[in-house]
């Protein structure tokens, strides 16, 4: 699988269009064939009741490192769309930046399928939530 | 399916503990036997490129639902924990207060399963997503 | 939304197709726009340790219901693939006949995306089992 | 993690008690800590329209799998139930025997979360289908 933008682009791309994520100062800190990695830095805004990293700011880990491996190997012009998203909590996710790793269980034409696991630099290698989903993939005029 | 807490004191007690939820004013507008219709007012940090409500958004509406759900059934001293959530994205969402219905599959003695429909104001009673989740529930003393 | 096929047409073309689900008799037992009801007839063959239905025999009711609905609405010519199943075992299942309701939650140009509920005739009205699944549809020459 | 059972004793225990499975000679090809592999022996009846293995098939597979990874943990005394289980379609699956590798996402004292990914032996290494899955666990008198 080719890659045809690297982290940087991507990065740019996605702070460009996504408000909440740009102010949050989202990292793509990792973008090669087939994975990504991108880090959320840490905000007060992500803990809920027991102080844990909250459910809304995992899946949105999820979302934004898959978003960022299919933008990465799409690029730019082509609009993909999250179709759906399986997301199972496994662990108590103790405050800190939340690292997302995506990578992919399908490329197809038409449909992009991955997998992520989240984690938090409270405790790295440690995963907090697993993902799996897909992103309905634009006409491509090939 | 009796209730153990009203409307008033579910919102209260999600107010009080999670701090997003709270900065919005999340509002329970509905809460009976078997269901639950919580309101996100609308906020531009929803919004995603393409001028639509953002996937952790609508993620958002669906576990504060849900979990409004559990706690209106179970009552505050009892923590309950998102187990997985499977969502859907059914259509684009046009900006607006986003609208999340939630109601049982299954209220068992150690796991909940619901589902949930969410909607905005923008374009009243389309689904624009839908989600499925269980939320695992703590030993009760009987 | 439009019917292309009625029930005696799915099933044949189902029976036609599937050898699994012919040699157990399945049938169509409604078929009306944007609903599905298919009927499994028991078979000891389908219960698992502890005198209840089995998950893969539940999975073939919501696929099978699933499908129903797809071809009904879509015609022969068009070849559906099931892309994902979230399947959630809701009660223990006792041994009768396996009944599928399936309905749209969305009907798109490419991808339908249906929900499920599972029942058995020694219990009927509770639903055993959910499912929501999507189905990857062909390109269409309109 | 430690087992308590090898993989001869978890397949009588499967043999024994699954009618289905026992007929077509399901056996377990290896079970270590945090890892199984089971093989369902190909069978006509497996087939779907198009000459690929059925979804209710690799739904099986991975049922089967994750349930042996379970069983050799916990052992036989415990009865565990499939919760859920997220089904993904990754390609056509060509016919074979149907392998089905399960291993952790999590071993917790209420709910095992395991992943399996399916394969068929007319194309060793491609999986043709990948699922998440929870069991909930009887209480444990510790």
Redesign the interface.
Known sequence: MDLKLDAAAVEALIRD????AG?GGMAIEELRSGYARIRLPFS???????NVI????L??AA?TAMYALVLGHLGPEL?A???????????KAAPGDVIGEASF??LGR??A?M?AKMSTSAAPGV?VA?A?G?Y?LPSRAD
């Not at 909250?54 to 700011?57: A, D, V």
């Not at 769309?81 to 662990?91: E, G, I």
């Open positions: 269009g996504l408000v909440a102010r007060p805004l992500m803990i809920r009741p027991g909250s459910g809304p700011t899946f949105t979302d609009m769309v999250t179709s759906d998203m399986n997301l199972r909590f496994l662990a269980l399908k038409r449909l399928v997998e995963t697993h799996t897909s309905a």
